[in-house]
Nanobody, 121 residues
């Protein structure tokens, strides 16, 4: 199983980025895909999650109304559209896969390598 995250970069506060997570190696129809982030010196935290089947979503309070998670089933790809970015959104963003909808990192079985998002003030 492989999860390949991409799309990170440097953006000014108020700007936007779209992260992608390409999944391969198995069928993910029954899985939940999540995004987590980890800032320097901080613990990994939940950002958003979506069910492959049905599309139910969940967001951290800190990103509600600014970030949108979506999936493209035929492409086996999950996206995280990030708008109105703030300096505090600066972190390495990871995509992950789990069998249940959860905000807990330990619930997720598979992890991508991470992509760095830097938001300048």
């Amino acid at each position: 199983v492989q999860l390949q995250a991409s799309g990170g970069g440097l953006v000014q506060a108020g700007g936007s980025l779209r992260l992608s997570c390409a999944a391969s190696g198995r069928t993910f129809n029954s899985y939940v895909m999540g995004w987590f982030r980890q800032a320097p010196g901080k613990e990994r935290e939940f950002v958003a999650a979506i069910r492959w089947s049905g599309g139910s979503t969940m967001y951290a309070d800190s990103v509600k109304g600014r970030f949108t998670i979506s999936r493209d089933n035929p492409k086996n790809t999950v996206y995280l559209q990030m708008n109105s970015l703030k300096p505090e959104d600066t972190a390495v963003y990871y995509c992950a896969a789990a069998t249940i909808l959860s905000t807990r990192a330990r619930t997720y079985d598979y992890w991508g390598q991470g992509t760095l998002v830097t938001v300048s003030s």
